[in-house]
């Protein structure tokens, strides 16, 4: 291949930019070897002339294709070199956001300067176990392949991470450990992790510094070693430090600062506990202003040393410690600030002794001023002979001094190093370690000195172990594909490194020059400038003669000789160390101990570290030449282990770049990142690869993707590896440029390119033929439309000119008719016309003469009429004038009537209207009007009443007038007669004005009446109306209600339903949690005793599962835990934090141990007490045997056994009458409720009968004792009164002789004996009581100990740890007060369920009780022979239940549950295990044997699980055991005798109900053994599953031809992929999915679990494979979404033909449908982003954006995604509330839910087959 092939008209080149560093051309003509220019067009459409070094003939760069462009790994570009790896670099930072790009074995990471969601539990999930090259380039990837190579290879693994300070080194090799201690496994890596993180306050405060690149520089390099068990389980952690730059305590340049500890203490002087550090501003040090400015902008330095300060504390440093600690760095500052004094002579210096910064530096460390004052000065010379103390100049004095301050510092810095690595030291032994190296990268500033120098002379070793690590891995390669080995000329820094540490090399010189008396910089310089000018790596500045020059593998660098002698010298006197040795305080001292290393870079691993790694401390000898040594010398051995240990390990490199230096996100400065790139490494691995054949396909994916350069004769061979070796040799002649390897075809650079640009020339004359074609038809059938359009246009031109000539005709015709009848018309409108006016005018004519007429006549009549009216009118005027004077006379005298009602009427309106304004309420009106109407009625009937009697009074008076008018008229005169008719006239005028009066009352009265009718009426109505309108209100009201009432119960509903699937989920989670924990504890346990190996006794695992077991039972159970050591060790292994989870439970269960504890305690003491008491009851009964008679011990024994019988009938009359009482309202809710006569009247018939018999016998027992009684007191008389009769002697009536009378005082003395050892028992309980009392009382005082010791300890904590620890003290009382109230529910429980069995107890004994007197009646009835018979038909008729002997228990489980494989129950009953089990279980509960229920049903439960934990991995066998253990719980459901479970239950089913027991609380704990088994069902279907779910899902081609193949880089080559192919297909998940169908519809188990479990693994298909999708760029592209598709549709044809469509599978699959749709959509256009953003509603905005991020076109064809696109549909997302969360929750698991099922089955109907072995069953 020719320069002018590639260099021809349209190629696309690199050229150098000054802004940009690289620019991107285009050739706008070709190149003719010769040529001195290139014509170029840049992006800018700009034309430039490009000149070309006709000599050398080096040509611009080539471009890569666009199709190439942002791939995962740098070497799968075609052209590598410097332009197209930082372009590559550039597209994926800024378009597609990705920080990580491999090349070749090195991660390159950008610093995003943004906090990004890739880093979750999620996300490390998706990388565990993963191939590297199989997933998007991460630091979780590299750390797998690390923790991976470490598992198989069992080699220690380092991953080094490098770069410049703030490129976020500390951030990837934290997230590197925050990997480990998540696939590690353990409990406590987490802690280990954390304390790792905490000491990072701490290392950056004394480790780190501002420089004039980064405000937070690192100044020295760690190597942090995480260690592993034999299970690859972190177990502890180690840090090494290295390179400190010391040199930076005493010195620093222009606008950098001292380590952060100095400033940091200085802003905390003011604090009460520093203020004996005397410490001031930072300004006033001299160690701390040299560099100017003491602050950094947007930095605490107060804040961040409380932070240091915590961190301290986190990490078990005492306060003690550092207060010492602080000391120690401030007496440095008062010591850099000592003013020393040079003499006269020059040769001597003096220190003031009222030096105040001398003073404090001596009182702080705890040294003798004197002595320091003395030897800061001076120095003492050894030689054979004698010793000289001589004195030294100003700068040797400030040397010594500088250098005291740097070993200071150093030890300090060790001290506490080593003290970070006790916190992280495990005492475990160590099986294998990752490290992970934290080290600066290649510096170079405008003014370089030593430090710069070591920085970069460690950087030459590590490039060096990094070249010599990829040419090894090139070399493999090769190797391992067979190809012929060349060697590849690759850059070797090795001479570079001999100039700086070979024999008379750099440091050689620089430590001779060292020992040489009168040594200076500029000697050291001339010798190197007379040393090694020839060497290529040296050379010498033309202005300067202090300077030399070092060529590094990266970059120049000037360095600066001045001050490199001194710095190297590092002196340290032997006499300032000494004096610092003799320190008052005991840490001064141990800092400077003979055993101490004073190199900075090491520390001291930890004591059991298993590490076979030499330390980073070199070995020294005397304390006197080990401070004369060399920096250089420390400094070259620290890096020679370190190389020693990198080079015994397997390196993974990460190198982190800076992409700006404003730390501004994603944003590229391109200048800044070549910088960096050539510096760490980057591009030498580019040259490195490109130099040998960095391209390498698979024949395969050759072949896929270059098939249509084969010729079509070439398809027939069936060799794809043959084809594509003859495709070669035709296409590229130069056969250096190919090789051919075992699997893949190896290119050199460019050829790739090539291959690429034929295929494209190949698919464009293809497109150019394809568009020919097309574009040819085009026309032709563009031609034929045109012709029949024209031929169609001619068709309707020529009917139409014939339809208008027909029309035209047709027109005239019609005209003529239309002349015609008009002209008719017209004549005979003016003939119309004409005799219209003629019969007008005579009809006009006639009625004048007609009208003329009339009126002559109607003339006359008004004239008539008008005399008449004029006449009637002047009559009527006179009448009207007469009756208008009568009309204003009443008017007046009516207008005055009129007023005074008027008058009346406003008073009584104002009355009304104020009487509304007080009356607010109608009611209230009704009544009050009513009320008056009452009192008006009442008044009338007054008034009434007094007229009557003044009518009456009246009456008497006129008759008295009237006589006295008679006997007046009798008498003479007339005078009196006169006077008499006056006064009979006045009465009659007073009479009448009070009738009027009285008629005007009665009127108003009515008018008032009838007023308040009226409106009490209106208001009736209106109060009607009102009601009815409350009535409406109500009525809407109550429906408003009842309809949000509806909907409040809707939504409470479904927030129930949600609250439910979320507390099962939780629980479910706890389960799963338990078993895992209970699985993980007997590995442990069974762990252990193997390594101890100890005698004694130790629970076997079958003793450790019963009590596992039994501690799930809480009301059956005996004991809740044996012993609290399995328990605490349990604790330590698991660790604090999910130990934490169950503290409750630990609580309780050492809680239960102390009582326990205090049981057995006490029941030893009872019975120590008991032997006691025995012994003494022996030695005191064998005198008293011997003594007494044998009729004394018969009597005393007769009389101890009437008492105890008196008491049984006692408790058996009450135990009767309490039964009575039951059974009598029982049998009265029966009759209630049946209405027929029960047999319970019966029995309390004949309970009565005898009771009244017994009653009987009691009165004549009485009266015959009475009897007796009287007889002795009469025969007691004449005996003698010191002898007592006993009256309830059957013979009391007889005679009582001498021996009677010894008997009966021998009785009565027994009697005392028992009274007497009766007392003694009282008074022995009041003593145990009393001890019980006082063992109370000092477990008081020893609680009260505890708590007095836990208040001491905590009045030493700090305020905040005071209140933490109050907190979890409080927190543990109130559960200890909680566990002890739970406890005495469940007594009180445990009590009411026995009452509850005893009830049923008894009530079944009063039923068996009837049934035998029922049976005893029906026998005497019937004949014997009966009897027999129906005795032989009970034993024929099986009841459904099966017997079995206690022994025989073990055997049943083994052979029904152990021993038991599914096979042997094909064919029979599903579930038949369950069935048998219940059928036992039934037979234990009808003979009301609890203890045979609680040892069945535990045994059964330890044997599921112990089948479980030996078949972990067996799909058939948990089938197999979760519908079993479902059938079982259904079952105890079934029967259990609730009726809410026996609605489908048939009448022959309801007979096989429990009668005693109630096993609620075991199905609750089988309940939770079906959770366990179904979650660990899941478990094995999703191993089974999941390694096939990526390949059938993405990776294989389901619809052939479909999808293409694009170049892959070396990360295809990763070390730690599996030979053979893995690759599955769907028809492989399909058929797996067939088989699991299979297997759990044959096992019998419920429809809805089924359903559940596809549910849960499609969730599972649909979560593995979206992960995939957005964390790999290869598979996100069309024809993906294309083959998604189709296997989705496939998967869900598959539920269909299952019946499973509605389990809710498919919808766990929607998020993948939607992610197989955005790959298909457009993505151009705003309509293209609605219609994305409307269609994936369960996609987040993060994986939409991902998804488009990592869309890549497979061909140069397709046009990528652009930025602008993204960034809409991000507008566009905004509002939704997704969250932060990118990748699904792969572990995620739906809760479980068993519903009942019954069965169908009768018990009596099921066979037990032979095979089962259990013969020793015994039917019912």
Known sequence: MSVGELYSQFTRVWIPDPDEVWCSAELTKDYKEGDKTLRLKLEDETIREYPVDVQSNQLPFLRNPDILVGENDLTALSYLHEPAVLHNLKVRFLESNHIYTYCGIVLVAINPYEQLPIYGQDVIYAYSGQNMGDMDPHIFAVAEEAYKQMARDEKNQSIIVSGESGAGKTVSAKYAMRYFATVGGSASETNIEEKVLASSPIMEAIGNAKTTRNDNSSRFGKYIQIGFDKRYHIIGANMRTYLLEKSRVVFQADDERNYHIFYQLCAAANLPEFKELALTSAEDFFYTSQGGDTSIEGVDDAEDFEKTRQAFTLLGVRESHQISIFKIIASILHLGSVEIQAERDGDSCSISPQDEHLNNFCRLLGVEHSQMEHWLCHRKLVTTSETYVKTMSLQQVLNARNALAKHIYAQLFSWIVEHINKALHTSLKQHSFIGVLDIYGFETFEVNSFEQFCINYANEKLQQQFNWHVFKLEQEEYMKEQIPWTLIDFHDNQPCIDLIEAKLGILDLLDEECKVPKGTDQNWAQKLYDRHSSSQHFQKPRMSNTA???????????????????????????????????????????????????????????????????????????????????????????????????????????????????????????????????????????????????????????????????????????????????????????????????????????????????????????????????????????????????????????????????????????????????????????????????????????????????????????????????????????????????????????????????????????????????????????????????????????????????????????????????????????????????????????????????????????????????????????????????????????????????????????????????????????????????????????????????????????????????????????????????????????????????????????????????????????????????????????????????????????????????????????????????????????????????????????????????????????????????????????????????????????????????????????????????????????????????????????????????????????????????????????????????????????????????????????????????????????????????????????????????????????????????????????????????????????????????????????????????????FEMTSFWLSNTCRLLHCLKQYSGDEGFMTQNTAKQNEHCLKNFDLTEYRQVLSDLSIQIYQQLIKIAEGVLQPMIVSAMLENESIQGLSGVKPTGYRKRSSSMADGDNSYCLEAIIRQMNSFHTVLCDQGLDPEIIMQVFKQLFYMINAVTLNNLLLRKDVCSWSTGMQLRYNISQLEEWLRGRNLHQSGAVQTMEPLIQAAQLLQLKKKTQEDAEAICSLCTSLSTQQIVKILNLYTPLNEFEERVTVAFIRTIQAQLQERNDPQQLLLDSKHMFPVLFPFNPSSLTMDSIHIPACLNLEFLNEV
């Open 548 to 1514: 030399f020059i070092v060529v590094h593998f990266a970059d120049k660098v000037e360095y600066l000789s001045d001050g490199f002698l001194e710095k190297n010298r590092d002196t340290v006197y032997e006499e300032q160390i000494n004096i610092l040795k003799a320190s008052k305080f005991p840490m001064v001292a141990d800092l400077f101990h003979d055993d101490k290393d004073p190199v900075p870079a090491t520390t001291t691993p930890g004591k059991g570290s298993k590490i076979n790694i030499r330390s980073a401390r070199p070995p020294m000898k005397a304390s006197n030449k080990e401070h004369k040594k060399t920096v250089g010398h420390q400094f070259r051995t620290s890096l020679h282990l370190l190389m020693e240990t990198l080079n015994a390990t397997t390196p993974h490199y990460v190198r982190c770049i800076k992409p700006n230096d404003e730390k501004l996100p994603f944003h590229f400065d391109p200048k800044r990142a070549v910088q960096q790139l050539r510096a760490c490494g980057v591009l030498e691995t580019i040259r490195i690869s490109a130099a040998g054949y960095p391209s390498r396909w698979a024949y395969h994916d050759f072949f896929n993707r270059y098939r249509v350069l084969i010729k079509k004769k070439e398809l027939a061979n069936t060799d794809k590896k043959a084809i594509c070796k003859s495709v070669l040799e035709n296409l590229i002649k130069d056969p250096d440029k190919f090789q051919f390897g075992r699997t893949k075809i190896f290119f050199r650079a460019g050829q790739v390119a090539y291959l690429e640009k034929l295929r494209a020339d190949k698919f464009r004359a293809a497109t150019i033929m394809i568009q020919k074609t097309v574009r040819g038809w085009l026309q032709r059938v563009k031609y034929h439309r045109l012709k029949r359009a024209t031929l169609t246009l001619q068709r309707y031109w020529r009917g139409y000119l014939a339809r208008r000539l027909a029309e035209h005709l047709r027109r005239t015709r019609a005209a003529m008719v239309i002349q015609k009848q008009y002209r008719m018309w017209r004549a005979r409108q003016a003939y119309r016309r004409v005799r219209g006016a003629a019969v007008v005018i005579q009809a006009f004519t006639r009625g004048m003469l007609v009208r003329k007429m009339y009126r002559e006549v109607l003339m006359e009549h008004k004239a008539t009429v008008i005399q008449k009216h004029v006449r009637g009118w002047v009559a009527r005027r006179r009448f009207q004038r007469l009756r208008a004077a009568a009309i204003v006379i009443q008017c007046a005298f009516r207008r005055l009537k009129a007023r005074q009602e008027l008058k009346a009427l406003r008073i009584e309106a104002r009355s009304a209207e104020h009487l509304k304004r007080l009356n607010v309420g109608m009611e209230n009106k009704v009544v009050q009007l009513q009320r008056k109407i009452d009192d008006q009625n009442k008044e009338f009937k007054t008034l009434s009443e007094q007229f009557s009697t003044a009518t009456s009074t009246y009456t008497m008076e006129v008759e008295r007038l009237q006589k006295e008018l008679a006997r007046y008229q009798q008498s003479p005169g007339e005078d009196p007669n006169l006077r008499l008719q006056e006064e009979v006239e006045t009465l009659r005028s007073e009479l009448q004005k009070a009738h009027s009066e009285r008629k005007v009352l009665e009127d108003a009265h009515g008018r008032e009446k009838d007023e308040l009718r009226k409106r009490v009426a209106d208001l009736e109505q209106e109060n009607a109306l009102l009601k009815d309108e409350k009535e409406q209100l109500n009525n809407q009201i109550l429906c408003q209600s009842k309809e949000e009432f509806a909907q409040d119960s809707a939504k409470e509903n479904l927030l129930m339903k949600k609250e439910l699937e979320e507390e099962r989920s939780r629980y479910q989670n706890l389960v799963k949690e338990y078993s895992r924990l209970e699985q993980r504890f007997d590995n442990l346990r069974d762990e252990l005793a193997i390594i101890k190996q100890t005698p004694g006794h130790r629970r076997n695992p079958s003793n450790q599962s019963s009590l596992e077991s039994d501690s799930n039972y809480p009301s059956v159970s005996t004991s809740e835990i044996g012993d609290t050591e399995d328990a605490l060790q349990q604790v330590e292994e698991i660790g604090l934090e999910k130990a934490a989870m169950d503290m409750t439970v630990f609580l309780k269960l050492q809680k239960r141990v102390r009582e326990l504890e205090q049981e057995r305690k006490k029941l030893q003491v009872q019975l120590e007490k008991r032997e006691q008491q025995d012994s003494k009851k022996v030695q005191v009964e064998q005198p008293q045997n011997d003594v007494d008679l044998d009729p004394d011990a018969d009597l005393a024994y007769n009389s101890l056994k009437r008492q105890e019988l008196e008491s049984e009938n006692k408790k058996l009359k009450n135990d009767l009458n309490e039964l009575r009482k039951a059974m009598a309202d029982q049998a009265m809710q029966n009759n209630s409720s049946h209405g027929s006569p029960d047999s319970y009247s019966l029995l309390l018939d004949q309970l009565k009968l005898a009771n009244e018999e017994l009653e009987v016998r009691k009165e004549e027992v009485l009266i015959l004792r009475t009897q007796i009684v009287s007889a002795d007191q009469r025969r007691g008389r004449s005996m003698e009164p010191n002898i007592n009769a006993r009256t309830s002697w059957p013979n009391s009536e007889k005679h009582v002789d001498q021996e009677d009378a010894i008997e009966a005082y021998h009785g009565v003395c027994q009697t005392n004996r028992l009274l007497e050892a009766q007392l003694q028992a009282q008074s022995r309980e009041h003593e145990e009581e009393v001890e019980t009392l006082k063992g109370q009382l000092e477990a008081l005082k020893e609680e009260m100990d505890k708590q007095q010791q836990t208040f001491c300890q905590t009045l030493l904590l700090s305020p905040e740890a005071q209140v933490e620890f109050g907190v979890q003290q409080e927190i543990s009382r109130l559960t200890n007060e909680n566990l002890d109230l739970k406890e005495l529910v469940e007594k009180l429980e445990k009590n009411e369920r026995k009452l509850k069995k005893q009830l049923k107890i008894y009530m079944k004994k009063v039923q068996d009780l009837e049934a035998a007197q029922a049976l005893a009646q029906s026998d005497r009835r019937r004949h014997e022979l009966t009897r027999q018979v129906t005795v032989q038909r009970k034993e024929k008729d099986f009841q459904g239940m099966l017997e079995y002997h206690k022994e025989d228990e073990a055997l049943l489980i083994r052979n029904l549950v152990t021993e038991l494989k599914p096979q042997m129950l094909s064919g029979t009953v599903p579930c038949l295990p369950a069935y048998i089990l219940y059928m036992c279980i039934r037979h234990a509960d009808y003979t009301n044997d609890d203890v045979k229920v609680h040892s069945l049903l535990t045994s059964t439960i330890n044997g599921i699980k112990k089948v479980l934990k030996k078949h972990n991995d067996d």
